[in-house]
């Protein structure tokens, strides 16, 4: 695993790393076999075996930074179960289910509530559409949710979430179909700060989000492009998809250190670092 390090002078003394506990999903029965956004195509060969073994070396990323790293077990018939993300958003403890927008994936909400209930975490079941972290982030530094909208999940969700967990939610709107997820144009960075791609966001969410975060770092449109915004940070380390050079560059220059994983057959389905990364916050 190739890492990449910024001196120690250029990361400031507050960003360090906090262990955290990932669930995750093998890609045992990954395929395209639908097109529900504009990243699959039903027609372009997919390597099952190249996608698990480029699963396999995320999974080695986590553990070698320190992580736990949790695994749900995967179905037959589910080829986006791989994007664990999507199962739920998890904050206290508590467990906020998916509902999916597209019939293909809806059995995976069961699978992720049989899970976190056998597991041990409470659960609620939701009222409205949501896609779990795939259109919710926390900042636990702000106690604050981020949630997006306009592809996936209803707008009526973030209300929900928000009574569910007592926490403020910030509704923003997407308006790019490639970034059809909050988690693929914006991810945190630390408790307190994100990353994001402006262009992915509708023009009064894209002044909530200056506002709100001014030392934000700034995707470009190759950036996002390469699934970029798509990592995972705990806070020091960036675990992020080995195409977004650039952005990966710009994360270095903003004191970070970045871990580059391939995952090009997982990104033939729409999803990279983040979206195969439920992360469980006790």
Known sequence: MEKHSSSP??????????????????????????????????????????????????????????HEVLTIEPEPGLPDMVYSANGAFVVDGIAYGASFRYPERRPEADAHEKWYRTSGWKFSKPEFINEGEGDFTYLPGRELILAGWGFRTDARAHAEAADVFGRPVVSLRLVDPRYYHLDTALAPLDDDNIAYYPDAFAPGSRMLLERLFPDAVIADAEDAAGFGLNFVSDGRNVVINAEAVGFAEKLRAAGYETVPVDLSELKKGGGSVKCCTAELRR
């Open 9 to 66: 002078a250029a990361a400031p003394a507050t960003r360090s790393p906090g262990r955290r506990t990932y669930l995750l999903c093998r890609p045992a029965y990954y395929a395209v076999e639908y097109a529900i956004n504009p990243w699959m195509d039903t027609t372009a060969p997919v390597d099952a075996t190249l996608a698990c073994a480029q699963w396999e070396a995320l999974a080695d990323a986590y553990t070698a930074l320190g």
